[in-house]
């Protein structure tokens, strides 16, 4: 039976958590990684109810889009919205686990969820992340050690590249040192200077994974004092990050479109800033609240833009610069995130040959109504 554990190694894989924003909250949010895990739900947001259900429907793990915390819990009390809920899911020992910016970003989340129920083509990401909180770690390990250094290494979150983990590169060469009085060297003898044969290791390593990655690596490291080289690298655009952009299948107009968008996502209505007439072929999407990159649009080729969340002066805005703008809400922009994780996770689930219940809460609601 896998464990708390295990469902976030998957989770993990799916949309890796150093791709959230800094004040995001994501990850496990309530319960013990070794607690076994014998069903799963997925919903939009932790709400009382969706956490009621789970837990009288004995579920072991909820993975939801929004966090339960996201602001910082200065006391814990249980007559308080937040403190029951985390009450109830303790004592019913049902775990909570959220992906939310870094599933918003990461190739192949919800805003590409997003754009493939639309229908867009040739997608591209609107809005790039910067992969500035890359390092380049070198190691320094005697020949006789490579193996048993770099199986070391390939046990923390070093070398990973896309979608390839394990990503080193590796040359030999001759060391010298010269041990104090004091040293206990390991190759030669203080006070006698030694040259060794000894290979080079180069892999990627994320800035805030360091220290963790040193100190297991210097625990399997043969020397008295471990030799190894941080570098810093120069921010480079990501295949991750906010929003998409894409062509439109057909020319049409922005009404045509906008009841394409709507019939597509199952939306009883939108709301729609630009001439009906004009001509649409290139469309921007980002899921949730899109306001921020709305000069990321502008700056694009796109003719319109797709969230939830815009607001008047972001119409007004989109006027003056002669593009259009589809609010489609943010509930109907994020819900659609439910099933593709749910399906995720059974083909995981399935390889693994676990045997976990997996299912989508479909009871939500958007807490707008249009009357």
Not at 181 to 199: C, L, M, N, Y
Not at 316 to 344: N, T, W
Request: proline content about 5%; glycine content about 6%; aromatic content about 8%.
């Amino acid at each position: 039976m896998p464990s708390v554990q295990d469902i976030v190694n998957l989770m993990e894989d799916l949309a890796p958590t150093r791709l959230a924003e800094s004040w995001d909250a994501v990850g496990l949010q309530v319960g013990r990684r070794d607690w076994p895990v014998r069903s799963i739900r997925v919903a939009l947001d932790p709400l009382p109810e969706v956490v009621a259900a789970a837990c009288d429907q004995h579920v072991d793990l909820l993975i939801t889009h929004h966090p339960l915390l996201f602001q910082p819990v200065k006391n814990l009390d249980f007559s308080s919205l937040t403190g029951s809920i985390l009450y109830q899911a303790t004592v019913n020992q049902l775990a909570v686990y959220c992906a939310h910016t870094n599933l918003d970003k990461v190739s192949g989340g919800l805003n590409d969820i997003l754009a493939k129920r639309i229908g867009l083509d040739q997608v591209d990401i609107l809005s790039p992340s910067e992969d500035a909180e890359s390092c380049k770690l070198v190691l320094y390990v005697p020949a006789d050690y490579e193996q048993q250094v770099l199986s070391a290494l390939f046990q923390t979150s070093a070398g990973i590249i896309g979608e390839y983990s394990c990503c080193a590169f590796r040359n030999p060469g001759k060391g010298s040192f010269l041990p104090g009085d004091r040293a206990r060297p390991f190759i030669g003898k203080p006070g006698q200077i030694s040259h060794v044969d000894e290979i080079r290791i180069e892999t990627l390593v994320n800035k805030k994974d360091i220290s963790a990655v040193l100190s297991h690596v210097r625990s399997h490291h043969p020397y008295q004092t471990m030799a190894f080289d941080v570098y810093p690298l120069l921010p480079v655009a990501s295949r991750h990050g906010f929003g998409r952009t894409g062509t439109i299948t057909e020319r049409m107009t922005l009404l045509q479109f906008a009841q394409t968008v709507k019939e597509k996502l199952c939306l009883p209505n939108v709301k729609i800033s630009g001439k009906p007439d004009m001509m649409v072929q290139r469309a921007a999407i980002c899921s949730g609240s899109g306001s921020s990159l709305l000069n990321a649009f502008f700056a694009s080729t796109a003719d319109v833009y797709i969230s939830g969340d815009l607001r008047y002066h972001d119409a007004r805005a989109a006027e003056s610069a002669g593009k259009a703008l589809l609010d489609i809400g943010h509930f109907s922009s994020e819900h659609l995130m439910i099933e593709p994780v749910c399906d995720y996770l059974r083909q995981r689930i399935s390889n693994a040959s676990w045997e976990v219940c997996v299912e989508a809460y479909q009871l939500e609601k958007d807490p707008f109504t249009m009357i």
